[in-house]
C-alpha cells in the first residue's frame, strides 16, 4: 500500500493535527507562505520517520513511532506560522468507526459534548444530528460520563473533511503563531550574553524574519565561558528561528581605545556606535536587511532615547528594537517561556559589565559624543581589523 493512502485504511491511523492561521494568507502570498511553512516544519522534524498529508487549511503528520508523538509536537510547538496542534485519530468517513474512534477517546468520568464540523458536503446529516448520534453512543458505553453541552470537562472533536476522512481528537494545544520563518526577509541580531537580546531575536523571527547573530567579545576581559553562553543562547533561539550564522567580533582593541581615549562618561554611548558601525558592515555582508537589539526605552542609562539617537545615526539600514515598550518582567517572562533565562542569567560577564563607567551619561548630545569620539584617530583600523578577525559559528 502506497504510504499515502494511510489515512484511508480501514482503520484508525493516529495523527497530529497543524493548524495555520489564515491571517497572513492574503492573495499571491499564500502559497509563498505555505511552501515556507512546510519546509520549515520538515526541517523541524528531519530526525523523524512520518507522513505528511495536506488538507484545506489544516496539515496532518501519521504513521510516526508512537514513542515519537511528544517530542513531534514539542518541535511542532517551536514552528512560526504554526497556531494550534491537536492529537487524535483519522479515519474513513463512515459512522461506525467514527462512533468507535469517539468512544476509544472518551475519558471514563465527568462530563462531555460531541461538537462536529463537517466540511465534506457529500455527507446530508446535520451537524448537530450527527453530534447526537455520536455522543448517545459514547453515554451509552460509558456509565461514568454525563453530558453537558455547556459545562462540558471534554469536548470531543469530529471533523468531518473533504476527501472522505474524519478526523477525531480532544482539546488544542496553542503554537506560537506568528510568520514562518523566511518570509520576512533576514535581520542580525545584537546578541549579549543579557536577558533582553535573545527575546528580541525570537520576536523577530517570530515575525518571519530568519536571524544571523553578532556578539562582541572582549577576550581576555571577558571569558570563554562568556562565549560559550552566547552560543548557547543562540542555540536556544534557533529552536525557533532555524539556522543561525553566529559572528564573533573580537572587540577588545576597540575597547581598549575608547577607554583610554574617550571621557569615560560616554564609554558605553561611544562604543555602541562602533558595535553598530560593525553590525552594519556584517549586515550589508550578510544580505540582512535590518539590525535587531534588544534594546527597550529607559531601562538603563544607554537605553534613553538621546542614547538611543547616538547609535541610531550612525546605521543606515533599520535598526528593529521589538522589546522597545516592554517592561524588563514582560521580557523575563518570554525569556522563561521561551527557554533563555536559565541561560541568560549566567554569571559571565559580556563586554559591557566589564569597562562600566561609574557615571555614564544618560542624555549624551550627539555633536558632543561625535567630537569626543574624534579622539579615536584610527577608528578605521580599528574597525577593519575588528571584521578581518571576526569568527563564523554556523547554528
Ligand atoms: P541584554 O540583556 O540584551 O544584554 P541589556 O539590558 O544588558 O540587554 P545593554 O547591555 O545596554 O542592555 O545592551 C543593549 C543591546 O545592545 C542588547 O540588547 C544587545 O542587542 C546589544 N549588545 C550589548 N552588548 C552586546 C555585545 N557584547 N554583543 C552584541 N550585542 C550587544
Ligand atoms: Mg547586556
Given at each position: 500500500m502506497n504510504k499515502k493512502d494511510t489515512l484511508n485504511n480501514g482503520g484508525k491511523t493516529r495523527i497530529i493535527i497543524i493548524r495555520y492561521g489564515e491571517v497572513f494568507l492574503k492573495g499571491n502570498n499564500k502559497d509563498f507562505f505555505l511552501s515556507l511553512l512546510v519546509k520549515n516544519i520538515k526541517s523541524a522534524l528531519k530526525e523523524f520517520d512520518?507522513?505528511?498529508?495536506?488538507?484545506?487549511?489544516?496539515?496532518?503528520?501519521?504513521?510516526?513511532?508512537?514513542?515519537?508523538?511528544?517530542?513531534?509536537?514539542?518541535?511542532?510547538?517551536?514552528?512560526?506560522?504554526?497556531?494550534?496542534?491537536?492529537?487524535?485519530?483519522?479515519?474513513?468517513?463512515?459512522?461506525?468507526?467514527?462512533?468507535?474512534t469517539a468512544l476509544s477517546l472518551a475519558p471514563d468520568i465527568g462530563s462531555f459534548r460531541v461538537t462536529v464540523n463537517r466540511v465534506d458536503s457529500t455527507v446530508k446529516q446535520r451537524s448537530t444530528d450527527i453530534a447526537a448520534d455520536i455522543g448517545g453512543f459514547v453515554f451509552s458505553n460509558k456509565s461514568g460520563l454525563s453530558v453537558d453541552l455547556f459545562n462540558f470537562d471534554t469536548e470531543i472533536n469530529v471533523d468531518i473533511r473533504e476527501n472522505g476522512t474524519t478526523l477525531v481528537f480532544i482539546g488544542r494545544i496553542l503554537a506560537q503563531g506568528g510568520l514562518p520563518v523566511g518570509s520576512s526577509g533576514n535581520g542580525l541580531l545584537?546578541?549579549?550574553?543579557?536577558?533582553?537580546?535573545?527575546?528580541?531575536?525570537?520576536?523577530?523571527?517570530?515575525?518571519?524574519?530568519?536571524?544571523?547573530?553578532?556578539?562582541?567579545?572582549?577576550?581576555?576581559?571577558?571569558?570563554?565561558?562568556?562565549?560559550?553562553?552566547?552560543?548557547?543562547?543562540?542555540?536556544?533561539?534557533?529552536q525557533y528561528a532555524g539556522h543561525i550564522r553566529l559572528y564573533v567580533v573580537p572587540f577588545t582593541e576597540i575597547q581598549l581605545a575608547i577607554h583610554e581615549k574617550c571621557p569615560s562618561e560616554f564609554m558605553i554611548t561611544i562604543m555602541?556606535?562602533?558595535?553598530?558601525?560593525?553590525?552594519?558592515?556584517?549586515?550589508?555582508?550578510?544580505?540582512?536587511?535590518?539590525?535587531?537589539?534588544?534594546?527597550?526605552?529607559?531601562?538603563?542609562?544607554s537605553q534613553t532615547l538621546q542614547s538611543i539617537n547616538c547609535t541610531n545615526t550612525v546605521a543606515q539600514i533599520p535598526v528593529l528594537r521589538p522589546l522597545?515598550?516592554?517592561?524588563?518582567?514582560?521580557?523575563?517572562?518570554?525569556?522563561?517561556?521561551?527557554?533563555?533565562?536559565?541561560?541568560?542569567?549566567?554569571?559571565?560577564?559580556?563586554c559591557c559589565t566589564i569597562f562600566l563607567p561609574k557615571s555614564p551619561a544618560t542624555k549624551p548630545k550627539l555633536e558632543v559624543v561625535e567630537r569626543a569620539e574624534l579622539a579615536i584617530q584610527n577608528a578605521a583600523e580599528l574597525i577593519e581589523a575588528a571584521v578581518t578577525g571576526v569568527e563564523i559559528i554556523k547554528i
Open positions: 512520518y507522513v505528511f498529508h495536506k488538507l484545506q487549511a489544516r496539515y496532518l503528520i501519521s504513521d510516526y513511532a508512537d514513542d515519537a508523538e511528544t517530542e513531534i509536537l514539542y518541535r511542532l510547538k517551536k514552528v512560526f506560522g504554526i497556531y494550534s496542534l491537536s492529537t487524535g485519530y483519522a479515519v474513513k468517513t463512515d459512522m461506525d468507526l467514527i462512533r468507535e545584537m546578541l549579549s550574553g543579557g536577558i533582553d537580546s535573545p527575546v528580541a531575536g525570537y520576536m523577530m523571527a517570530k515575525r518571519g524574519m530568519r536571524i544571523c547573530a553578532v556578539h562582541f567579545h572582549s577576550a581576555p576581559y571577558t571569558s570563554e565561558q562568556a562565549k560559550e553562553k552566547v552560543v548557547d543562547l543562540a542555540k536556544i533561539v534557533s555602541r556606535r562602533f558595535m553598530m558601525r560593525i553590525s552594519e558592515r556584517l549586515a550589508r555582508e550578510s544580505d540582512c536587511g535590518a539590525i535587531i537589539t534588544g534594546e527597550s526605552l529607559g531601562q538603563v542609562a522597545i515598550g516592554f517592561d524588563k518582567s514582560e521580557i523575563i517572562d518570554v525569556a522563561r517561556r521561551i527557554g533563555s533565562f536559565e541561560t541568560s542569567i549566567l554569571p559571565y560577564e559580556d
